[in-house]
């Protein structure tokens, strides 16, 4: 079967740093996406990997090992703001996009 | 969570039809949805919200004649797109929430690739 596992919640403190990991197994690969939606708000786009390595994009970054089966979305200088769900999401052969439950990451003081 | 069925996944088409996509909350009553666009490696793009029983709220560009929503139920929402052409040729994504509250998360569906030739 299909399954994307990325864990349930994080907690972190302002100003640090949070690496959010996701292990997926899915019929065929055509990228790699992650979300963040903050509480009753739509999701917004953060990041899309189809190939190997890093992409930073300001105090986000994202990284993707397609041979592991893995992805992680770093994120620098924490503010409160960054208080939300972190989706990873995978498009399989069929451009279906396979979804994670989600990492819920709290943000303290 | 919560699922979230959305059909077809993938549909070709041809220029001038129009094609009806269904998003339908399988295990939970979705009082408000949210319908999507993303082109390739680009960000996901709101194009309207519907809450059950009213008419849906588009977003500023997004042509309300051309892409036909109807929430007519608490579980299955639909989008037409009417007259295709080659550029509404995307990825069209669904989410549901069962609150309004804001603490209410939403859930997504599988997506709909459309290919209109």
Known sequence: GQNIDQPTEMTATEGAIVQINCTYQTSGFNGLFWYQQHAGEAPTFLSYNVLDGLEEKGRFSSFLSRSKGYSYLLLKELQMKDSASYLCAVMDSNYQLIWGAGTKLIIKP | ?117
């Open chain 2, 1 to 117: 969570g919560a699922v979230v069925s959305q059909h077809p996944s993938r549909v070709i088409c041809k220029s001038g039809t129009s094609v009806k996509i269904e998003c339908r909350s399988l295990d939970f009553q979705a009082t408000t949805m949210f319908w999507y666009r993303q082109f390739p490696k680009q960000s996901l793009m709101l194009m309207a919200t519907s809450n059950e029983g009213s008419k849906a709220t588009y977003e500023q560009g997004v042509e309300k004649d051309k892409f036909l929503i109807n929430h007519a139920s608490l579980t299955l929402s639909t989008l037409t797109v009417t007259s295709a052409h080659p550029e509404d040729s995307s990825f069209y994504i669904c989410s549901a929430k069962a609150g309004t509250g804001t603490d209410t998360e939403a859930f997504f569906g599988q997506g709909t690739r459309l290919t209109v030739v």
